[in-house]
């Protein structure tokens, strides 16, 4: 199991992960111009202080976004992601972390729509304060699984659905197949892109099996490892499992993702991979 209340863990190696692809399905949806809908299951606060108390206890964002975010050779890839980082740090201290409907609040078109669902008592009213002005965003206090039943298909057909579960209770790593499979069962066609951590190897080997046997086609799996895996407490890794990803997105993972760990993990430990795991 895994304690994961994200302002403890904002900007990290995973969210760095997360957002890199998060930002590169959502610039691949742009290339259209049919409008889409965002769905965040798990939205979290929205955007996060790193001098917080929270953030500094952890300081893991030293070893994530802090040190990528100013890289003069950072890809061309990273743009989308770093841009929306930047955005938030108008002056060029690194003050604030962007969560996920931050990312796509910045890289969304005013045709484009949001839905943000966030349970916690904490974190639903600063996700609705942040986005009180934004009429492109809907934004529920709720369980994220539910909306995979009630929001979906999206009018236009089109969308990314984000799936980013807290992994506090072992059952969630069965709660996100089963929500996988109702909305998949709803809207075929639309992108499900589901965050992962590595505590227990074993955890995410029955995941991707049940989604398997789901009958799912086009599964995609990316993960990035700072250490190797481990029987010790504590997340040793963290991985996107993409439905339908864009044509592009294998390519472009692999293109990046050496940079990435070299970056994040100037020690060397670890690694990364880009696997179809269901080919379509």
């Known amino acids: 199991m895994l304690s994961y209340r994200h302002s403890f863990h ?4 995973a969210d760095v992960l997360k957002h890199t692809v998060e930002s590169l399905i959502l610039t691949a949806l742009m290339e259209k111009d049919k409008p889409f809908l965002y769905l965040d ?9 790193l001098s917080s108390a929270h953030a500094e206890r952890t300081g893991e964002y030293l070893e994530g976004i802090a040190r990528i975010w100013q890289q003069p050779d950072a890809p061309a890839l990273l743009k989308p ?19 996920s409907p931050l990312i796509a609040r ?8 949001l839905q943000l669902t966030e349970l916690h008592p904490s974190d639903y009213p600063l996700l609705r304060n942040e986005f009180s002005k934004d009429a492109r965003a809907r934004v529920e206090r709720g369980d994220g ?3 995979l039943k009630a929001k979906l298909p999206p009018p236009a057909r089109r969308g990314l659905i984000l799936i980013d579960p807290p992994y506090e209770m072992k059952s969630d790593y069965q709660e996100v197949v089963k929500g996988i499979q109702e909305g998949y069962k709803r809207f075929a066609t639309g992108i499900y892109a589901l965050w992962y951590p590595v505590v227990m190897r074993q955890q995410i080997k029955h995941m991707l099996r049940d989604l398997e046997a789901t009958g799912i086609r086009n599964i995609l799996q990316i ?3 700072v250490r190797p895996d481990s029987d010790q407490r504590g997340m040793t890794a963290s991985g996107m499992i993409v439905i339908n990803p864009p044509w592009k997105l294998k390519a472009q993972m692999e293109e990046l993702l050496p940079w990435l760990h070299k970056t994040l993990v100037p020690a060397g ?3 990364y991979s880009v696997t179809q795991v269901v080919p379509e």
């Open 145 to 147: 699984y539910q909306q």
């Open 10 to 13: 904002a900007g990290n190696h």
């Open 41 to 49: 299951t798990h939205a979290g606060a929205g955007r996060y202080q």
């Open 81 to 99: 992601y770093l841009n929306a980082v930047r955005n938030l740090n108008p002056g060029g201290t690194l003050r604030y972390y962007p969560g």
């Open 106 to 113: 910045y890289l969304l078109r005013e045709e484009d729509k």
């Open 269 to 271: 430990t670890g690694h």
């Open 223 to 225: 993960e990035l490892a």
